[in-house]
């Protein structure tokens, strides 16, 4: 097991494992029929197009819909059942547990179960994807969690269709011992950070090269940012964090 004091002096993240061919093709059929469904129940007339299009090809039918009201955090939570499902699943919940020992899955924004969401970024569009940020400022400005609670908490984020290295995230090693400068904002009706540290333009981000049900476990102050891709394939990942019981 990773001490928290041992995480804390490494890179700031840690890569799983690949997991087995019959678990990604499982998570990538429980994920772009959650799409369709979600989809199919805002846009009834739609449905025949929905169902004969390939969730990485969402931005090929994107036009014919308001993608931003569409996508909002509600759309894309699991439900409890499903975030059941994908515990029992999913060989990543074993990794996690290997490395940072018991924890569970925390429900950030207060909604009365174990919060698990994913995001969909289509290809040319730089809007899809938010600023560079660590989720700390998040939970410090957005969420109100006081920080010995943020000590505990790892971010994991893991792609269900995505091009290794070309669309994904990219992170800024080491990164989480810069005490980076940020501040709150009003966006979208919701505080939210931004970051104003003069080091900014200096700071490298690296792409992962992350396949499918392959996850980056990732410190909370670690600054990284969804890449803005120029492939022809959105993508799409799964993100949640843990909150670690021992530390
Ligand atoms: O997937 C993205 O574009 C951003 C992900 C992110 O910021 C996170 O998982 O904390
Ligand atoms: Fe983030």
């Avoid at 429980?30 to 969730?55: C, E, H, M």
């Avoid at 020992?101 to 289509?122: C, F, H, K, Q, S």
């Avoid at 939210?192 to 690296?206: C, E, G, N, Y």
């Avoid at 891709?229 to 530390?247: G, K, L, N, P, W």
């Amino acid at each position: 097991m990773l001490a928290a004091t041992e995480f804390n002096v490494g890179p700031g993240y840690i890569i799983g494992p690949t997991p087995p061919e019959s678990e990604v093709a499982w998570l990538q059929d429980f994920v772009q029929r959650k799409w369709r469904n979600v989809l199919t129940s805002k846009y009834p007339a739609l449905s025949d197009t929905i169902a004969g299009t390939s969730i990485f090809d969402y931005h090929k039918i994107s036009h014919l819909i308001d993608h931003a009201s569409a996508w909002g955090k509600d759309a894309r939570l699991f439900t409890p059942a499903e975030v059941a499902e994908l515990c029992e699943r999913l060989t990543i919940f074993g990794f996690l547990e290997a490395t940072f020992g018991t924890y569970e899955i925390a429900d950030i924004e207060g909604l009365g179960y174990p919060e698990i969401y994913w995001r969909l970024v289509r290809p040319k569009q730089p809007g899809d994807v938010a600023g560079a940020h660590a989720d700390a400022w998040f939970y410090t400005v957005t969420n109100h969690m006081p920080p010995d609670e943020q000590q505990r908490i790892v971010k994991v984020w893991f792609p269900v269709f995505s091009e290794p290295g070309l669309s994904g995230i990219s992170v800024a090693v080491d990164s989480h011992k810069m005490n980076l400068a940020y501040t709150g904002e009003m966006r979208h009706g919701r505080m939210k950070p931004l970051m104003t540290d003069p080091r900014a333009p200096d700071i490298k981000l690296s792409p992962l090269q992350l396949t499918p049900g392959q996850c980056v476990a990732f410190h909370v102050d670690l600054l990284h940012q969804g890449i803005g891709h120029m492939t022809d394939r959105s993508r799409v990942s799964i993100e949640f964090a843990i909150r670690r019981t021992h530390i």
